[in-house]
């Protein structure tokens, strides 16, 4: 049988390995230069937007969400098409997540529906960049802004992508990455909090660190001691270490390459499969750059869970991005009810992601293809 291909696999490089083993023989194992190497790095494909890393993508929500003041009794307003991990960490901090749906053929929040979420008590509006293609940022960032709430854009999918001619990171009052490795980009686990607001920043970083606060002009106590750091909030530790920060910088040299091939397999994909009755091909909106991360296709008439296996039988990895964050468990018990957003369960009802990395081959593509259209 043919070789099982998955849905997304990470492309590590000679050169990614030696950057990791440059690190591995020097003195910095973490909290070291290849942090701060990292986050200038990655400033280069936000437009200069500062970076806090992080040890993974949830800890880059946690630790936005912590940034921008969540506390009990706040609403943060999300899409539930995305990884629970978008909703989770808001609700970690306390806060009452307001699902809002979808829009029908992007799997992005809806305007409209955002609009009619908020209320004087959102501090947050949660936008996820499905499959890589941008949301629409500037009309969720009015809508945030008009009630004082900031827009953070979880664009776990979408890291190199622009919108509007700007680059992602350099757009919403907070962005958040993940680098896990079927992510665009690895750091084998990691993420960031990218920021342009000082403030925002600051707290991002201290919340990273366990709240220290080392400035001893900032110091309640500042005359303690040369060894005195001090917490004025609680925080955590997640600091991404040298030796992942190297593999990330390293990693970041071929984003632009794996964009290109990324998009190519998207084209390729589209392409073969837009005349094939019963599947509708992702859209894209004029003015985005996205870099996908999924294709997502959409299996129609109920047919989604028969193709998958069909594929699965055939060794092709397959998934399915994703199942409504509301509709875990966690949420049902919290009162959270099916029906609530109904885009985003039409959409999760149809929604198979086909195998999309670097890596992966025209003759891969054409397999997948053939499968599909066998199927059908
Ligand atoms: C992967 C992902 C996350 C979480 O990132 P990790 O690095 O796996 O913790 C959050 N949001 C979205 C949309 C993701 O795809």
Not at 112 to 130: G, I, N, P, S
């Amino acid at each position: 049988m043919a070789e099982f291909l998955p849905y997304g696999r990470q492309s590590i490089s000679e050169e990614d390995i030696q950057a990791v083993v440059d690190v591995l023989r020097g003195d910095w194992l973490t909290t070291g230069p290849a942090v701060q190497q990292f986050e200038n790095d990655l400033a280069a494909h936000t437009g200069g937007t500062p970076a806090v890393a992080v040890t993974s993508g949830t800890a880059a929500l946690h630790v936005a969400y912590a940034a921008a003041g969540i506390k009990p009794g706040d609403e943060v307003v999300t899409s539930p098409m995305t990884f629970v991990a978008t909703a989770a960490t808001a609700a970690l901090h306390g806060a009452k997540v307001v699902f809002a749906d979808v829009e029908p053929d992007t799997g992005n929040l809806d305007v409209e529906a955002a609009k009619a979420a908020v209320t004087e008590r959102t501090k947050v509006v949660a936008a996820v960049d499905y499959a890589g293609h941008p949301a629409e940022l500037d009309a969720l960032g009015e809508i945030a802004h008009t009630t004082g709430a900031l827009l953070l854009e979880d664009a776990a999918h979408s890291v190199g992508g622009s919108w509007q001619g700007r680059p992602v990171g350099s757009i919403a009052d907070l962005t958040t990455f993940s680098f896990f490795p079927t992510k665009n980009l690895t750091t084998a686990e990691g993420g960031a909090v990218v920021t342009p607001d000082a403030a925002l920043l600051d707290r991002a970083r201290k919340f990273r660190n366990h709240g220290l606060v080392r400035d001893r002009a900032e110091q309640r106590y500042p005359d303690e001691g040369g060894w005195h750091q001090e917490v004025h909030e609680f925080g955590l530790n997640y600091r991404l270490p040298d030796v992942l920060c190297a593999l990330g910088s390293s990693q970041l040299k071929r984003l632009t390459e794996f964009k290109k091939r990324r998009a190519e397999i998207h084209a390729r994909y589209t392409a073969a499969l837009s005349d094939v009755d019963g599947v509708a091909t992702p859209p894209s909106r004029p003015g985005a750059d996205p870099v996908w991360h999924l294709y997502p296709l959409r299996v129609l008439e109920g047919r989604r869970k028969a193709l998958f296996e069909h594929l699965r039988g055939a060794g092709i990895g397959v998934q399915v991005n994703y199942i409504p964050a509301y509709w875990h468990p966690v949420f049902e018990d919290l009162g959270y009810r099916r029906g609530l957003c109904p885009n985003a369960e039409a959409y999760y009802e149809q929604e198979l992601s086909l195998p999309l990395f670097p890596a992966l081959t025209d003759a891969d593509v054409d397999r997948v293809v053939d499968a599909v259209r066998a199927f059908f």
